[in-house]
């Protein structure tokens, strides 16, 4: 089998360690050098400098979790070309699994070209989805919170969901921090409720005629403090992303022009799929990897070039 790659290595991630195996070709002669090496920022630079050393042009390592990341950023400060695999395509063969056998085998499949690479975006595009996954999950944290608040409301037989489209809208929060503060009575709460609610002042009044304990009261109060921390914490991101976002604002701006894409959906899908759709032949293969079309679709585009595979790490 024809060699492409004569002078390259494997590497075996983990995360406190990884094990690099270079397979260095002369001609027809083969010579495997293998070294662990710690996955700090030193011994991540003692790696490149090993490479170097061993005159390797290309490095592979597999896509998982996380801990393939800070090996990536540091060796792409280097002269190597990166691959990174997935890790289901390189299985070895079955037997006894080792570090060093892992990494040799890796190499090996390298050096003959055999090795699939996944997309790896560039740095802009991976802080914009670094951010965006963490706003999804702050929203989501948000969203426990206001159900929890909302079943302790319940617990207290305060119909308020009855009443109120948005409990956490302006008369919904004035009526639990007056809760929180003590008050009790039904007509005074009722009376903090906006003029724009369309129950009758006897409708909210009944509703809120329940029986709150001190316990329900610290609950409550627990709940919304939680909640106006990640809505903070959601604002700072926001901006984050706005201050992000040069790179992609055109990208955004013409994405959000179709109708029902908002400003956030846009920023959200250059996040996810970037803005280089040369990497996906067809629509369909777009689809596919995004999860949107059938399995038969997906089985179609199986087949893809090697880069409409994407690898973010979250």
Same mark, same amino acid.
């Given at each position: 089998?024809? *060699?492409?790659?004569?002078?390259?290595?494997?590497?075996?991630?983990?995360?406190?360690?990884?094990?690099?195996?270079?397979?260095?070709?002369?001609?027809?002669?083969?010579?495997? +050098?293998?070294?662990?090496?710690?996955?700090? %920022?030193?011994?991540?630079?003692?790696?490149?400098?090993?490479?170097?050393?061993?005159?390797?042009?290309?490095?592979?390592?597999?896509?998982?979790? *996380?801990?393939?990341?800070?090996?990536?950023?540091?060796?792409?400060?280097?002269?190597?070309?990166?691959?990174?695999?997935?890790?289901?395509?390189?299985?070895?063969?079955?037997?006894?699994?080792?570090? /060093? !056998?892992?990494?040799?085998?890796?190499?090996?499949?390298?050096?003959?070209?055999?090795?699939?690479?996944? $997309?790896?975006?560039?740095?802009?595009?991976?802080?914009?989805?670094?951010?965006?996954? %963490?706003?999804?999950?702050?929203?989501?944290?948000?969203?426990?919170? *206001?159900?929890?608040?909302?079943?302790?409301?319940?617990?207290?037989?305060?119909?308020?969901?009855?009443?109120?489209?948005?409990?956490?809208?302006?008369?919904?929060?004035?009526? #639990?921090?007056?809760?929180?503060?003590?008050?009790?009575?039904?007509?005074?709460?009722?009376?903090?409720?906006?003029?724009?609610?369309?129950?009758?002042?006897?409708?909210? !009044?009944?509703?809120?005629?329940?029986? /709150?304990?001190?316990?329900?009261?610290?609950?409550?109060?627990?709940?919304?403090?939680? #909640?106006?921390?990640? +809505?903070?914490? #959601?604002?700072? #991101?926001?901006?984050?992303?706005?201050?992000?976002?040069?790179? $992609?604002? !055109?990208?955004?701006?013409?994405?959000?022009?179709?109708?029902?894409?908002?400003?956030?959906?846009?920023?959200?899908?250059?996040?996810?799929?970037?803005?280089?759709?040369?990497?996906?032949? %067809?629509?369909?293969?777009?689809?596919?990897?995004?999860?949107?079309?059938?399995?038969?679709?997906?089985?179609?585009?199986?087949? !893809?070039?090697?880069?409409?595979?994407?690898?973010?790490?979250?």
């Amino acid at each position: 089998m024809e *060699v492409l790659y004569p002078r390259c290595a494997g590497l075996e991630v983990h995360k406190a360690t990884v094990v690099a195996s270079a397979r260095l070709a002369t001609g027809r002669e083969v010579v495997v +050098e293998v070294r662990p090496f710690a996955t700090t %920022t030193a011994g991540l630079l003692l790696l490149s400098a090993w490479l170097a050393e061993c005159g390797c042009t290309h490095v592979a390592m597999e896509a998982t979790g *996380v801990s393939w990341k800070p090996v990536w950023h540091i060796l792409a400060d280097g002269e190597v070309t990166l691959v990174l695999a997935n890790a289901a395509h390189v299985q070895n063969v079955p037997g006894r699994k080792t570090d /060093v !056998a892992d990494a040799t085998w890796l190499a090996e499949l390298l050096a003959h070209g055999l090795v699939r690479p996944s $997309f790896v975006p560039d740095a802009p595009t991976q802080a914009l989805h670094a951010l965006l996954r %963490t706003r999804k999950q702050l929203v989501r944290e948000r969203a426990g919170h *206001v159900q929890r608040l909302q079943k302790t409301l319940e617990d207290a037989d305060l119909k308020l969901t009855s009443v109120l489209s948005n409990v956490m809208g302006m008369s919904g929060r004035a009526i #639990i921090e007056a809760l929180i503060a003590g008050e009790s009575d039904p007509a005074i709460l009722a009376a903090l409720a906006h003029r724009s609610v369309k129950a009758p002042p006897e409708k909210l !009044a009944e509703a809120l005629r329940g029986r /709150v304990t001190p316990q329900h009261r610290f609950l409550l109060r627990l709940h919304l403090r939680q #909640i106006d921390a990640l +809505e903070a914490a #959601i604002t700072d #991101i926001d901006q984050e992303v706005e201050a992000e976002l040069g790179p $992609f604002r !055109a990208a955004v701006r013409l994405l959000s022009s179709i109708p029902g894409v908002s400003t956030l959906s846009a920023e959200v899908i250059v996040a996810e799929i970037g803005t280089a759709m040369r990497r996906f032949p %067809t629509a369909g293969h777009l689809l596919s990897w995004a999860g949107l079309c059938r399995a038969t679709t997906r089985a179609r585009a199986s087949a !893809a070039p090697p880069a409409c595979a994407e690898v973010h790490g979250g």
